[in-house]
């Protein structure tokens, strides 16, 4: 697949090992899975995200920040999101978006290499799958077959069930 932003890859080689070994085997055994995922709505899988930099996981992160700020600040909290968005490369993130935390740490495995956010896909096309998709469940079991852990089975709002990251020892 190709490359991201800048301060991201979709690329399975920039994961780091052990991870990317068993993440082509995750895969391949997605694929082998189709059958069950049509059945739930989703004709394939796309690789979002692996390897990310420190300058985007500064703007996912400020999105946490923004989105607890009081009312009085609110606007200059979403300038400053799309002023890091901006800088990481990212893409131009609106209003409503910027307020809307997608990560809960600075100590994320993507910047190791070490996880990858893979999404279902519908007619070829991303599909932002809700939480309650009985798809993230199988995909869950399919990674732990494969050493990895899923954000799937992460407690109440810590839940990330397009998250998976080499299994911690």
Partial sequence: SSRGAPGMSTKIEDLAEPLRTKAWAFIADLKANTSNFKCMGSDGF???ET??????????????????????YRRQAVKFVQALYKRAALYEINERDAIKPVTWTMESRHLEGLALDIWPTKKGRIWWAPKTWEGWARMAEIAARHGIEAGYTWPGDEQDPAHFQEARE
């Fill in 46 to 48: 796309i690789v979002l």
């Fill in 51 to 72: 390897l990310r930099s420190q300058d985007t996981q500064i703007a996912y992160f400020s999105r946490l920040l923004a989105s607890h700020v009081p009312a009085k």
